[in-house]
């Protein structure tokens, strides 16, 4: 008006700029699912221990009433239903629990060290799915993850020899116990399909004590817990 012209002066919003505080948040919900991650990690983990015990008793009377059945000792037929029941629950329990406690110890794990485990987290979740690639990838994942995460944490990166006898174990009891399987009708005394589920079973039980130091000392490994293992002499 009458020639004068009103001076805009700028206006400064409180608090950061809208960049900033999504910055701010996103940084907040990354620590928020770091955290979540490496508690689930670390609660499945110790879930994982009396499955995992559940399952070495019940492979291991499996082998006892196994080397029974391949001596040639009566009336325990009930018995050895009754324990492949209790036996079957146990390791399809251990076998879930332990993919789902990986995919969450990948997770933290890709977290502390993102440009060195490059590995998507469905990919390592299918690959224990795939026909043949799952006697070898799965095992490498775990090696590699070990290797990073040991290195970040200031420890020598060389995997342990607890997970090569775990796999190793594992696949063979797998094959034996398949072969046995495959066997027409119930297992003769002194037959070679009875000492065979013997074997498997013994197998069974050495995999799943390696299986339980692996899971063990890596959710320590991830999660920085100084709490004492589980499974410890």
Known sequence: ?????????????RGRPES???????????????????????SIGRLLGPIFMATIVASSFSALHGFGVYLGLRNIETLGRALSIIFLIAAMASWIGLIVWWQYAYVRARELAPERLRWAPWQVALAWFIPFANMFLPVRHLR?????????????????????????????????????????????PGSLYAMLSVIGDLLVTYATLQQAFVVSDLTRLI??????????A
Request: net charge positive; hydrophobic share 40%.
């Open 1 to 13: 008006m009458l020639g004068l012209e009103t001076e805009r002066r700028p206006v400064y919003s």
């Open 20 to 42: 900033q505080r999504d910055q701010f948040g996103e940084r907040r919900m990354q620590l928020e699912e770091n955290t979540n991650a490496a508690v689930k990690t670390a």
């Open 144 to 188: 590699v993850t070990w290797a990073e995460i040991a290195q970040l944490r200031g420890r020598h990166p060389k995997p342990p020899a607890t997970i090569i006898r775990w796999w190793v174990a594992f696949w063979i009891s797998s094959a034996l116990n398949r072969e046995v399987a495959r066997s027409a009708g119930p297992l003769e």
């Open 223 to 232: 999660t920085m817990s100084e709490s004492p293992s589980l499974f410890e």
